[in-house]
């Protein structure tokens, strides 16, 4: 018998949706999509803690992350 070959890894979109307070900046904006295999959790913790940020939350191939929600309040 042959062995198997390895399962190709599976990549996921990721996108983070960005609420801003700042003036100077859109109220709102999406990241462009990351393809990765874990979510981008550098990309995460650079974005809430920008002071600027209001909230965010990481959609997973379009379906929003219960883990991945920030509100600065």
Do not use: C, N
């Amino acid at each position: 018998m042959k062995p198997f070959p390895p399962r190709p890894r599976r990549l996921r979109g990721y996108r983070i949706h960005i609420f801003r307070g700042a003036r100077h900046q859109p109220p709102s904006v999406t990241t462009p999509t990351m393809w990765r295999e874990q979510p981008p959790v550098v990309e995460w913790e650079r974005i809430i803690a920008d002071p600027a940020t209001r909230a965010a939350y990481m959609l997973r191939s379009g379906r929003k992350m219960k883990h991945f929600h920030f509100a600065r309040k």
